[in-house]
């Protein structure tokens, strides 16, 4: 099996019978090691005590006193919201609970940091013996925004925070903005597309985010004579999507869904939808209700998605048999921001009806 995303943590969990992932003090100990509570030079006396104690013990109480003696206003509010959501973990028992719990009762409070880190835990437990490469990349997209390129009716994913930082820097980190400042030339980087001849180099990359997933739906043959032959991509990076999102349902909520790209809905009995993503749930809503719809915001519909349910009794009783509708769409600045959140919150469930 392969081993990927070393900072989710999941080497430092354990799981339940369920497959649920259960929380452990090693896995605690990597939110005390990351920057926003690591320690600085500048730390306090009672912030030193207390981070130590913590790495000692993460799941130790820790008292309102503690947290107030903290000196630096930053630093006290970091290790308050890290130990409101330390102790949310622990009480669900395990970070699926967890993620679901947070989402159902709302997330008000919650750093969105601990969230995206929640998922990726997560989605690599429902990947952890995926041999596929184009599945690993598309499951980056459910806690890592992405950044779209559209050039020749091809779709391009990329990470936004490598994407915007190969812009700013050429990829040379502190080096490349100095250079920039300075206005001198930089070596250009290019990212590659992940395919089956560069999938193993996706694996020996490691967690670096630096390869572009393709979400073109088809690809046209022009067979001559006026024939255009249009065929669906064996190796779309929607069909890894769709299983992803397949695998997700199914660990999460324990219901065995179908997900298939779709480039439109043509569905007189269209009932139930679901966007991926905040721009999607919104178009959806107004194209259910016949609203008029600007072309340009049509444009940044990324994809479709039919939805089925393998056994429509476990769907609520006034659709089930209908399929559900999922969308995935980009902003204005061409950013996507995949909340998979919503797949677990609105699809009809008989046992949330």
Known sequence: ????????????????????????????????????LALLPESCPNEIKLHTALQAEPARAVGLLEL?????????????????????????????????????????????????????????????DSQDAYEVRAAEMLFRPQRLTIEQGQILAGDLSVLDMLKDTGGLGDIGRLLAEAKAPMREVRMQVLSDDNAADYWRAGESYNFLLDLTHEVNNDLSHGLVLTMTRARSGLSALARVLEKWVQHMLGVAVRVRPLQKIDDPGWRWHVGLDVHASALLNDLYEDKPVEPERLQRLLSL???????????????????????????????????PQNLLLNLPLAALA
Not at 14 to 28: E, M, S, V
Not at 29 to 35: A, E, G, S, V, Y
Not at 91 to 110: I, P, Q
């Open 1 to 36: 099996m392969q081993n990927f995303w070393p900072s989710s943590g999941f080497d430092q969990l354990r799981r339940n019978a369920r497959g649920w992932l259960i929380p452990t003090d090693d896995y605690l100990r990597l939110f005390l090691q990351r920057p926003e």
């Open 68 to 128: 107030a003696a903290i000196m630096d206003a930053d630093a006290r509010e970091s290790y308050t919201l890290f130990v409101n959501f330390r102790n949310d973990l622990l009480a669900a028992g395990s970070l699926e609970a967890c993620y679901l719990g947070l989402f159902r009762r709302g997330v008000m409070g919650v750093p969105p940091l601990f969230l995206d880190l929640l998922a990726q835990a997560i989605a690599r437990n429902v990947l952890h």
């Open 305 to 339: 998605f039919r939805l089925e349910f393998d056994q429509p009794q476990e769907m609520r009783a006034d659709v089930a048999g209908k399929p559900v509708y999922l969308g995935l769409m980009m902003s204005e600045d061409r950013a996507l921001r995949l909340k």
